[in-house]
């Protein structure tokens, strides 16, 4: 058993989560117990998953996409309203960490596509950036733009969209996981032959053409499920106290 602020001060301090601007509040965003025994973690906290965090008895439901995202009607009705009211009536706490867990340098969405993929040589995809939330990264050996897309779709589970460019070999390739389609721009300015995410907008068709980068979008979903399970298998470690993951597998 652990004290639900330790882990939030623990988690906070090792994401680095105050140095990050973000969309949503990073960290504790319900309180529930102020012990915790068991954490479920999961890449949205929807209905399904604090549902699933209710059946195994979680005291803490752990996300990277959770509520109070700007921009967001401030009224707790409707959706929203019984996901809040669920959680709140089982005193499930929900802790999100969005910017700050892509950008992990190990625990991280893009570390972890990095690992898969066995990437080389990681390094920034904007060198201004304090903390990256984006990456570039070296395959071992260049690969067809074909060979490319399998590999993705075998490693990520995700029927892989391919825009392509004019590159007839990838072997520098740029990669923020999520809805990050727009940092194409920055992989061209970097001269990255292929450009990794999750969605894709019809923008991006004519992008990846006249940019020439190849561009992947392998699921939003599909590209942020590995981070919460990481940061909860290490606050399983640091505090020895039970974690597992919950799958809901959205195909965006």
């Known amino acids: 058993m652990a004290k639900l602020s330790d882990i939030i001060q623990w988690c906070d301090s ?5 140095e990050f601007k973000d969309y949503a509040p990073n960290g504790l965003q319900i309180e529930g117990k102020t012990e915790v025994k068991k954490i479920l973690c999961a890449v949205t906290a929807s209905q399904s998953a604090i549902e699933a965090a209710i059946a195994q008895q979680a005291d ?3 996300v990277h996409h959770g509520y109070f995202w700007k921009g967001e009607a401030y009224p707790i009705t409707g959706m929203r309203g019984k996901r809040i009211k669920t959680l709140i009536q089982h005193d499930i706490s929900l802790v999100g960490y969005h910017l700050p867990l892509d950008a992990h340098p190990t625990l ?3 570390a972890a596509i990095a690992d898969l993929l066995e990437l080389q040589n990681i390094e920034a995809l904007d060198p201004s950036e304090r903390h990256p939330i984006g990456n570039i990264g070296y395959l071992k050996q260049a690969l067809s733009p074909e060979a490319f897309k399998t590999l993705l779709t075998e490693k990520l589970g995700f029927n892989t969209i391919h825009l392509a460019a004019d590159k007839s070999q990838i072997q520098k390739v740029g990669f923020c996981t999520g809805g990050a389609q727009d940092f194409i721009e920055k992989a061209a300015t970097q001269d990255c032959d292929a450009y990794i995410s999750g969605e894709v907008s019809e923008r991006t068709f004519y992008q990846a053409q006249e940019l020439n980068v190849h561009y992947f979008a392998c699921g939003h979903h599909a590209t942020e499920r590995y981070g919460v399970q990481r940061l909860g298998k290490a606050i399983a470690e640091q505090f020895n106290i039970e974690y597992s993951y919950f799958e809901l597998n959205n195909p965006i």
């Open 14 to 18: 090792t994401l680095k989560a105050a």
């Open 60 to 62: 803490l439901l752990l």
């Open 108 to 110: 991280g969405n893009n």
